[in-house]
T-cell receptor, first 116, second 112 residues
Framework: GAGVSQSPSNKVTEKGKDVELRCDPI?????LYWYRQSLGQGLEFLIY????????KSGLPSDRFSAERTGGSVSTLTIQRTQQEDSAVYLC??????????????FGPGTRLTVL | AQKITQTQPGMFVQEKEAVTLDCTYD???????LFWYKQPSSGEMIFLIY??????QNATEGRYSLNFQKARKSANLVISASQLGDSAMYFC?????????FGSGTKLNVKP
């Protein structure tokens, strides 16, 4: 079946503009995660959605970052008033979230954001 | 506190040889899952192998095996018969009740 998809694959924007990044998880996956990966670095957790529960926003770096998930499926990560330090690859992942620790995350191809 | 530690920023291995990538983890929970992901230069994160904390046998997937030593809290990835296409970043991760923690990664270079 289809994997996790993300759009756009690349986004170049000017400092101060808002951007929206989209993630479409694997069908049936109830958990959805956003991560940020700066060049040559590891993954930085941003936000986690699980079903109808309140999202875990503990990783969002500032109030310029927000995310929503509509209908328990597609998610949008919004960055307002972008800064150059926001330049990174934004990865989305999803999992079934049926049995806690046994669930595997599957990742999308990422969105490469460049803020000029 | 850091949950996942990968102490090898970079590794070299000769083609066709085996290589071990180290990973240690920290949790006080009894139930957790351990994962390895491969990230080639193209950027996608590819799931390789999973080990549950209650699994008594080490996980294997083709040329990948996970050397799970629960008492030492280590989950090393062993790649047998390395291939040039194995050159990539490798991340160890832990699932602690749907919160995933990732290590800083190991960059593996396979030499011809």
């Amino acid at each position: 079946g289809a994997g996790v998809s993300q759009s756009p694959s690349n986004k170049v924007t000017e400092k101060g503009k808002d951007v929206e990044l989209r993630c479409d998880p694997i069908s049936g996956h109830t958990a959805l995660y956003w991560y940020r990966q700066s060049l040559g670095q590891g993954l930085e957790f941003l936000i986690y959605f699980q079903g109808n529960s309140a999202p875990d926003k503990s990783g969002l770096p500032s109030d310029r970052f927000s995310a929503e998930r509509t209908g328990g499926s597609v998610s949008t990560l919004t960055i307002q008033r972008t800064q150059q330090e926001d330049s990174a690859v934004y990865l989305c992942a999803s999992s079934l979230a049926l049995a806690g620790w046994t669930d595997t995350q599957y990742f999308g191809p990422g969105t490469r954001l460049t803020v000029l | 506190a850091q949950k996942i530690t990968q102490t090898q920023p970079g590794m070299f291995v000769q083609e066709k040889e085996a290589v071990t990538l180290d990973c240690t983890y920290d949790t006080s929970d009894q139930s957790y899952g351990l994962f390895w992901y491969k990230q080639p230069s193209s950027g996608e994160m590819i799931f390789l192998i999973y080990q549950g904390s209650y699994d008594e046998q080490n996980a294997t997937e083709g040329r990948y095996s996970l050397n799970f030593q629960k008492a030492r809290k280590s989950a090393n990835l062993v790649i047998s018969a390395s291939q040039l296409g194995d050159s990539a970043m490798y991340f160890c991760a832990m699932n602690n009740f749907n919160k995933f923690y990732f290590g800083s990664g190991t960059k593996l270079n396979v030499k011809p």
